[in-house]
């Protein structure tokens, strides 16, 4: 049985946001919508100061409030241990959102089509795309994906459902890592299976220090962080993201 | 005495008079919802972004704003009828018949509202509808929201309803007029025979039975709704269910208390809506502040004092933060009601106008108390550092929810127009 | 592989163009209730269709052109990946590489050519042209100007890419003069390198066996460091300090080493030089010094005599033989002495390095202290720490090779752009010469292999000329040293009686160069700029100079081109790329090898003997029946093909384009480490005195340069306040710049998905320091700089951003912002160049830009 699981290296990480560019391109998500989030932050005063990085995609909770709430079955947790949100069947009640100590839910406030960075409907780039909106729209995510055969990949979807990190469902089951894990130019993310006793994720895993992110909500993630640290009460986020959605 | 047909001894200029402010009253509600509508329209083609409402976390909003706080609002009203009701016939507390009709009309009214809500708070909501009759999922606490409070409990109060409507409507049905065919189908061949009545008692009696544990069960779920995501600093409270049902009662009663004096006025049954109505009715609703004020001052004892950082942020923000003049405003309005019903409690002199005011006061409180419970925990709620947050509402939200107060005053309007509240007369005269 | 998003979405088109209101109405309407069903038709009914490949090609972006695989459907790009096999990058990317697929299909890039139509100096009004009509223009107003004199035809480029054959061939066939960006960037640390220890680089260590690096003003998460642009160096310092490597970050921002910094040593800006010197008083006080090396591959046994010339006999400098007792002609001593004083011929004779242990006596740790705004403990902890670490005397054995091993380094790039950057990075590569470490394993490099740059000679012997100069005012009083500095040139082109120079440019030709949006100080280009009395643009996208300034735009293609040949090693591993073309250009954009071939051909300069195709097959080493026939205009791809078939690859291009790099293996020991190289250090002297130097003083003064000019001008490194702390007090904090991760110089911000995550400019402060201003985080404040010659100020409004990694007395701020020329570029603040400036005080000694200039900061409400 297939259990897949990330760690993140936070002795490695650069903060370099290259994981967050992979992730829009490759999922095609709308202006704003960032499925993985790098955060920068500090903590203590000059010159006794600590700059920390920490990439935050979904944590692919195994007990996972956002699918506990879910009223309609939308958000579901698969036996491989993505967590997926299914955006035909999800009504927008965004109580996802709310359910999610880690704040990785996305909402489609308005039309994705129009929410796309430039105009795209310029005659010259039509020639070009086909009209495909935006110009690198990746189409394995409207394919149908795992057991379930539920449309559970990519973002930008449609107007009005909620969205998050799929762990790049559409690339995993090609055998592909995520699209953050690949492009990390120092390898700090490790994607794996951890129920392979083989898979070199549990190099990282079992001989490293290790935390989880907000153990107390009791969440139990799959997503673990060797090294670094876990954001302390006075961490202070700098050089926030634009994440302005377009209505 | 006479069984003469209401309204008695009454000029038909008065009569005129006060159909015309009746009329205008309709006709200005109508245009407000008009808007809300439009207003409901555009939201459906440009997306929930023409709301205030934007994503927890690197959106920096509320994903949940004004329109859930509404809906908490309107199903709280909800309860309050429904029990009044159910408490009146239980109780026998006949002279409360009166009320007792208007509370149900409340009730159903309401949670009308309250459903029409939470469909415009949905990014999908044809698919709201569709999928959550295809897909419920029990153990959701929005599927408690959604089914047994909206569902299950609306058809309750509407079956309640309609038995006692029937009854008005059979009497009705007795006299010439151009609503006698209505009030004739209506009652359906019920002709309030003694027998009939009998049965009707009865029958009325066991559902009222029924329904006050069915609302507890169902109002507790909404307050679940929040109370239990850990996710959520100043939501993860056992006090949400029970705090959230006490105010409810109180929202309730004090809307209650409005209606009631504004038919007492409008229809002349100052004989039938007597002081001992409104005293019953202010006792009530003192015994709900009370007890809400209670569970208040307990959270903010729990909140400050043993809270983690989280916690900490969230009083913060309510106390001397951003939110604190929501948050005293609220308070006072709940705080100051409650102090001069116990004054009046204790000099046993219920004015009609005190209570009226109380109850005013009272719902304007509740508002801002489900608006505090909904939105601080979202912006200034993160876990991880991400940064305080912010929301306010749009025109669309305040024209959606004031469509939906609009569409609350018809409807009522209507009811009353419809069923005019006499069925009373007709026991004052059986018993007398 | 299934759907086709160009069908699926042509179905979309229609329904939104209202094409099929019906279609239109009952998939809204489907959508509506499940959504996206129309999609899933779609992708049902062209399932069939859909082609998927990948091609391969190199980021566009990035100055080490990190090798890439674009995933394309029916030809279009949909997403870059690293290429796996590429030894800079092993499959990765950064950012910047990620995001560039915005890029190529932006509907603003420049879609055709474009002739001015309005005024200069203002945002331009354009009318398309024709490419014939453009060439035409351009060629006519060139050659107009090179009849008459070649020089005064300028072409400028900036931070342009892979192999500068084709654009240096077109100088030289078309006997023009050149200017690059390179005055803004590093040169004076190469400048400083070239002259010292004669590779062209500034200072990187061996991150292979290294164990101690100071990592001198290296902006470690976000930019380059030496030569690379970024994400090679992160790597290789990772793998160092997986083996314990310890990271020393010399820095005012700590921002810049993120977690990656074991101590922080907070510096002054500015103020490198005098640290670096205390280091090497406390090495010799501690007696970490390498004499071997010194008295071998260095002038610092050459004894100085008093006027600070090297005491000669028949023109060969003279060390002390120990053994001899006597001095003897460098090089032939059996025992040169490094550390003495005689008299010879009645003259007091000292060796430079004993003359040097003077210069720094009185540079204490508690000096330096002061000076720097540091810690005396701590710099006496950094320099033991260097000292013990560099394991003087050790030599291990690399791929089958003894190499003297001296684990320790610096890294330094950019922040060698300070009013004493030349002195201070001398001083800096003075310190691992003091322990051996330069060309040693583990030790101190500045380039990828041993290879000794034609400078090191010509920088030595510089003629010093009389007016009238050349506008770039080459081999004059002011500059003998000189980078060639777009600033100066602007000041010149002010007041060129100033300068004593006669001729001015008038054509100029701008290759991926963009004063106005990258350069300080813009307003000396605005000033300028428009005395051209021609300007043309070559660019896939409009910029700041080109929109003020240009009067013809040739649009060239962003990634959808060929260029090369281009580097794709790491430092250890050799391997050559090309860039690709992952699609046709797009729009009538041209590769800019197309470009100048036939801009060459309308000039007619292109064919036969001198001309363009003569010059490429020069520069690229094509010969014999590889070589470029002179008579006929190649298809570019042929010119590489012609290229890969030189380089021995059977296939030609080919090779390439199925494996997008070249790996030729491993660099070996002899070729990287000086020590080993045959002949050691490239045989050259390591300049450790600067004797030269002090002559162009001296030759300075005799023809009456000023003070500031000839006052850096000195055998060691030397101290001296800075111009900038001339500035009234209230100008209290020193404003500097630095590079972000997301951004690339003057050509980024305008790629959404980069703004999305680094939006804008701001203003870097310690809360303290803004607190004590009342002024709150997020705030827009006004910053005003003052020129302390001068007496000018400028100002320029962003937003205070709260920084704990700062020093108090410092502000920064990032430089890729304050452009208007693209519609996304434009409202994200300003760029700290609108208040930098050049010209006395504010230019290095080598005619290189400083990057410092005292400002005072207020709420902007407060102010103006
Ligand atoms: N304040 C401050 N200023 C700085 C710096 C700093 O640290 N602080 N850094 C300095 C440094 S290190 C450097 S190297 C300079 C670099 O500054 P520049 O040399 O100007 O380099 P860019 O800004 O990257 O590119 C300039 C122009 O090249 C054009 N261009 C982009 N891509 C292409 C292409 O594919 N083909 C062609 N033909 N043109 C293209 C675009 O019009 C762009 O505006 O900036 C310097 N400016
Ligand atoms: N993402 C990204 N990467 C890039 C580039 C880019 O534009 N974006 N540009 C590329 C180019 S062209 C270059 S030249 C390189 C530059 O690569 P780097 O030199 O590593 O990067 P900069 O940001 O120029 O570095 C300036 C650093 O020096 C510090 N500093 C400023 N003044 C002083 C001082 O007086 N003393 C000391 N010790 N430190 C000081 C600043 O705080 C900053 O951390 O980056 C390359 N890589
Ligand atoms: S790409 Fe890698 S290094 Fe960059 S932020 Fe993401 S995880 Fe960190
Ligand atoms: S991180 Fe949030 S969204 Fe992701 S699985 Fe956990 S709870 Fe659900
Ligand atoms: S927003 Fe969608 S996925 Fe989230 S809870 Fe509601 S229905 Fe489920
Ligand atoms: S796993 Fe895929 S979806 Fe999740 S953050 Fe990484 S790239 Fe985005
Ligand atoms: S490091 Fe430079 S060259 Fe490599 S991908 Fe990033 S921008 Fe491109
Ligand atoms: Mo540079």
Request: aromatic content about 10%.
């Amino acid at each position: 049985m297939t259990k897949y699981a990330m760690v993140i290296d936070l002795d490695r990480c650069q903060g370099c946001r290259a994981c967050v560019e992979a992730c829009k391109v490759e999922n095609n998500t709308p202006q704003g919508a960032m499925w993985m989030h790098v955060f920068r932050f500090e903590e203590g005063t000059y010159p006794r100061t600590q700059v920390s990085f920490l990439p935050r995609p979904c944590q692919h909770c195994d007990n996972a409030p956002c699918v506990k709430v879910c009223p309609v079955g939308a958000r579901f947790k698969r036996e491989d241990g993505i967590v997926l949100t299914d955006f035909d069947r999800c009504i927008g009640c965004r109580y996802c959102e709310l359910a999610c100590p880690y704040g990785v839910n996305v909402f489609n406030w308005s039309e994705p089509e129009d929410s796309y960075y430039l105009d795209w409907s310029d005659v010259d780039i039509l020639g070009v795309t086909g009209g495909a909106v935006p110009p690198y729209k990746n189409p394995d995510l409207e394919l149908l994906h795992g057991e379930e055969q539920r449309r559970t990949a990519g973002g930008g979807h449609l107007k009005g459902v909620v969205e998050k990190c799929t762990f790049c469902v559409h690339r995993v089951e090609k055998g592909l890592r995520p699209a953050c894990a690949t492009t990390c130019p120092v390898n700090a993310i490790t994607f794996g299976d951890t129920d392979d006793p083989d898979d070199p994720i549990h190099a990282k895993l079992d001989t490293r220090d290790r935390f989880d992110l907000l153990p107390e909500a009791g969440t139990r993630p799959r997503v673990h962080y060797v090294g670094g640290r876990h954001p302390g009460e006075d961490a202070r986020q700098v050089e926030k993201v634009d994440s302005e959605v377009s209505s | 005495m006479s069984t003469g047909i209401a309204p008695i001894g009454e000029s038909s200029q008065v009569r005129d008079q006060r159909h015309w402010v009746f009329r205008t009253v309709m006709g200005l509600a109508a245009a407000v919802l008009a808007l809300g509508v439009f207003a409901y329209a555009y939201e459906v083609s440009n997306g929930l972004g023409v709301t205030g409402m934007r994503d927890v976390g690197l959106g920096g909003g509320a994903t949940w704003g004004m329109y859930i706080g509404f809906v908490v609002y309107f199903v709280g009203v909800s309860f309050a009828g429904i029990t009044v009701a159910a408490l009146i016939r239980l109780l026998g507390l006949d002279q409360l018949r009166a009320v007792g009709r208007m509370a149900e009309v409340l009730t159903v009214v309401s949670l009308v509202l309250g459903a029409l809500l939470i469909i415009a708070d949905l990014g999908q909501p044809l698919r709201g509808v569709v999928n959550l009759f295809l897909y419920a999922r029990p153990q959701s606490p929005f599927f408690g929201t959604f089914t047994l409070v909206i569902a299950g409990y609306l058809f309750a109060s509407l079956v309640y309803l309609y038995l006692d409507s029937r009854r008005d409507a059979a009497v009705l049905a007795r006299r010439e007029g151009p609503l006698q065919w209505l009030h004739r189908f209506v009652a359906a061949g019920y002709s309030d025979t003694p027998a009939e009545r009998e049965r009707h008692e009865r029958a009325s009696f066991w559902l009222a039975v029924g329904i006050i544990p069915l609302l507890v069960m169902a109002t507790s779920t909404l307050g679940f709704v929040f109370g239990l995501q850990v996710g959520r600093p100043g939501w993860f409270s056992a006090l949400q269910a029970p705090a959230f049902v006490t105010l409810a009662a109180a929202s309730g009663l004090g809307l209650l208390i409005v209606l009631a004096a504004l038919v007492r006025h409008a229809g002349h049954h100052e004989e039938v809506l007597d002081h001992d109505v409104f005293a019953w009715l202010g006792r009530f609703l003192l015994g709900a502040l009370l007890v809400y004020v209670y569970f208040m001052i307990v959270e903010l004892l729990t909140a400050t004092y043993t809270a983690g950082p989280a916690e900490q942020r969230i009083s913060e923000a309510l106390l001397t933060g951003r939110y604190a003049p929501i948050f005293w405003t609220s308070a006072g309005l709940l705080v100051a009601p409650m102090l001069a019903l116990l004054a009046a409690a204790v000099r046993r002199t219920w004015s009609v106008g005190l209570l009226v005011l109380a109850g005013v006061a009272v719902n304007l409180g509740a508002i801002g108390k489900r608006y505090l419970i909904v939105v601080p925990s979202q912006t200034e709620g993160e876990l991880l550092p991400y940064g305080a947050g912010a929301y306010s509402p749009t025109w669309v939200e305040y024209s959606v929810v004031g469509g939906l107060f609009a569409l609350g005053v018809l409807l009522i309007g209507l009811y009353l127009w419809l069923f005019p509240v006499v069925g009373l007369r007709e026991e004052v005269s059986d018993h007398a | 592989m299934s759907a086709t998003t160009s069908s699926s979405s042509s179905i979309k088109r229609r329904t939104f163009l209202g094409g099929s209101a019906a279609l239109g109405a009952a998939v809204a309407g489907r959508q509506y209730l499940f959504g996206g069903l129309d999609l899933v038709e779609a992708a049902e009914e062209a399932s069939l269709e859909a082609v998927e490949d990948q091609v391969v090609t190199t980021c566009w972006i990035g100055k080490q052109d990190c090798g890439m695989l674009a995933r394309r459907i029916d030809g279009r790009v949909v997403k870059f990946d690293g290429h796996p096999a590429n030894p800079r990058n092993y499959g990765t990317l950064c950012p910047k590489g990620q995001a560039q697929i915005v890029s190529i299909y932006d509907p603003n890039r420049i879609k055709t050519p474009l002739i001015r139509t309005n005024a200069k100096g203002e945002t331009g009004e354009w009318r398309t042209a024709t490419w014939d009509e453009a060439l035409e223009l351009v060629a006519s107003r060139v050659n107009e100007v090179r009849e008459r004199n070649p020089k005064l035809v300028l072409w400028q480029k900036g931070r342009s890419k892979a192999k500068d054959f084709y654009d240096r061939a077109f100088v030289d066939a078309a006997g023009i003069s050149k200017l690059g960006h390179g005055a803004y960037c590093s040169d004076t640390g190469y400048r400083a390198l070239e002259y010292t220890i004669g590779l062209h680089g500034v200072l990187h260590p061996d991150f292979s066996h290294c164990q101690y690096v100071l990592s001198w003003g290296w902006n470690i998460t976000n930019a380059g460091g030496n030569k690379f642009c970024w994400l090679t160096w992160p790597r290789l310092m990772l793998a160092a300090r997986d083996r314990g490597m310890k990271i020393v970050h010399i820095d005012p921002r700590l921002r810049s080493a993120g977690p990656f910094a074991d101590e922080w040593a907070p510096i002054r800006p500015g103020t490198d030089l005098p640290l670096a010197l205390a280091l090497c008083n406390l090495l010799i006080e501690k007696g970490y010094v390498d004499a071997e090396y010194l008295t071998t591959y260095t002038n610092a046994p050459y004894l100085v005599q008093p006027d600070g010339t090297f005491y000669r006999v028949d023109g060969e400098p003279q060390v002390w033989d120990t053994e001899l007792g006597a001095a003897v002609p460098a090089g032939t001593a059996t025992a040169p002495e490094l550390d003495g004083a005689h008299t010879i011929d009645g003259q007091e004779l000292v060796t430079a390095f004993a003359a040097f242990k003077a210069h720094v006596a009185d540079k204490t740790a508690d000096w330096a202290a002061d000076v720097c705004g540091l810690d005396a403990d701590q710099i006496e902890r950094i320099a033991e720490d260097y000292g013990a670490n560099a394991l003087i005397g050790s030599t291990i054995v690399v791929d089958g090779v003894e190499v003297p091993h001296r684990p320790v380094g610096i890294m330094a790039y950019h922040m060698a752009q300070q009013e004493l950057g030349f002195q201070a990075l001398r001083a800096m590569t003075m310190l691992s010469m003091l322990v051996g470490a330069v060309g040693a394993a583990g030790g101190q490099t500045a380039d990828f292999t041993w290879k000794i740059d034609s400078k090191y000679d010509s920088l030595a012997s510089v003629e010093i000329k009389d007016p009238p100069y050349d506008f770039t005012l080459k081999n004059s009083k002011y500059f003998p040293i000189n980078s060639g500095y777009p600033g100066i040139v602007a000041h010149v082109m002010q007041d060129p009686e100033r300068f004593g120079v006669e001729e001015l440019p008038e054509v100029c030709i701008l290759h991926h160069v963009n004063p106005l949006g990258s350069f300080p100080d813009q307003k000396a280009f605005l000033d300028s700029y428009g005395k051209f009395s021609f300007v043309a643009l070559i660019s896939p996208f409009m910029n700041e100079t080109g929109d003020y300034f240009a009067d013809v735009v040739l649009p060239s293609a962003t990634i959808e081109k060929y260029e090369g040949p281009i580097s794709a090693s790491d430092g250890y591993i050799d391997a050559k790329m090309l860039r690709l073309p992952p699609m046709e250009p797009l729009f009538e954009s041209k590769g800019e090898i197309d470009i100048y071939l036939d801009l060459c051909e309308a000039m007619g300069i292109l064919y036969g003997e001198g001309g363009y195709l003569e010059e490429i097959n020069g520069r690229l080493g094509l010969e014999g029946s590889d070589a470029l026939p002179l008579d006929a205009k190649p298809a570019v791809r042929d010119i590489f093909d012609r290229w890969s078939r030189a380089q021995g690859l059977e296939g030609g291009i080919e090779f390439f384009e199925k494996n997008g790099v070249w790996v030729k293996g491993p660099i070996p020991p002899t070729k990287r480490y000086g020590y080993v190289a045959d002949p050691p250090f490239g045989g050259v002297v390591h300049r450790f005195y600067g004797e030269e130097l002090l002559g162009y003083q001296q030759t300075m003064r005799a023809k009456g340069a000023t003070e500031i000019y000839w006052q850096d001008y000195t055998a060691w490194p030397t101290w001296r306040p800075l111009t900038m702390d001339r500035s009234p007090s209230e100008y209290d904090l020193i404003l500097i710049s630095y590079k972000l991760i997301e951004q690339k110089q003057s050509r980024t911000s305008f790629i959404p998905l980069l703004s999305e995550i680094a939006p804008g400019a701001r203003l870097d402060i310690n809360p303290a320091t803004a607190r004590a201003k009342g002024i709150a985080d997020g705030q827009e404040v006004v910053v005003e700089s003052q020129n302390a010659i001068t007496g000018e100020t400028r100002q320029l409004r962003t937003v205070a951003a709260y920084c704990e990694a700062i020093r108090p007395d410092v502000v920064g701020m990032p430089h890729h912002f304050g452009l208007w020329a693209h519609p996304v570029a434009k409202d994200r603040g300003p760029s700290p160049n609108e208040i930098y400036f050049t010209g006395e005080g504010y230019s290095i000694q080598t005619a290189d830009q400083s990057f410092h200039v005292k400002v005072r900061v207020t709420a902007a409400g407060g102010a103006s």
